[in-house]
């Protein structure tokens, strides 16, 4: 009750909107990126317009490790993420992150390997979202309960002690 109370009276709307805002996009593309960062520092493996001079780059590009993509992996972690919320516009996201992965592929940014890994990443983050959004939904009905209960709780006490007081104790 304690922690409803605060949620209720001292987040307010706002603040538990911000809080669903967390939850639902910057934790699980936070996950995508510290999991695809690791293991971009784990296999480093060199670009396609690195490894093969016959590659001719069309845009230019730091000579990092590519792999997972980690564009890839953002954008399919936004687009699944926003899934849950609104069906059409996550697919229309995850159609647009797929090409965009198709096209760094094109330019000689990726292998196909790198985009995978990086949709499979960005994938597993649906998790996140499915638990953040019963925390905040949770949070969101422990705040709007939490005042009646607690002015309930605080009538119960004051009339105890009015009671004692009558009664000599």
């Not at 307010?12 to 690791?38: C, Q």
């Not at 996201?93 to 292998?111: D, K, P, Q, T, V």
Request: aromatic share 10%; proline share 3%; glycine share 10%.
């Amino acid at each position: 009750a304690g922690i409803g109370w605060v949620v209720g009276h001292h987040l307010g709307r706002v603040k538990l909107m911000a809080l669903d805002f967390i939850y639902t996009l910057a934790a699980p593309i936070g996950a995508a990126v510290v999991i695809s960062e690791s293991l971009s520092k784990l296999i480093d493996r060199a670009r396609p317009f690195v490894a093969s001079k016959e590659i001719t780059l069309l845009i230019p590009h730091d000579a990092d490790g590519g792999f997972p993509s980690h564009h890839t992996t953002v954008m399919i972690a936004i687009a699944v993420a926003l899934w849950f919320r609104n069906h059409n516009f996550g697919n229309l996201l995850l159609i647009l992150s797929i090409l965009s992965g198709f096209a760094r592929i094109g330019a000689g940014i990726h292998y196909p390997t790198d985009i995978l890994a990086g949709i499979a990443i960005g994938w597993l983050t649906k998790q996140w979202d499915s638990w953040g959004k019963g925390v905040v939904e949770t949070a969101m009905w422990a705040a709007s309960h939490v005042t009646e209960v607690w002015q309930s709780a605080v009538s119960n006490i004051a009339n105890w002690m009015l009671e004692q007081a009558a009664a000599g104790g």
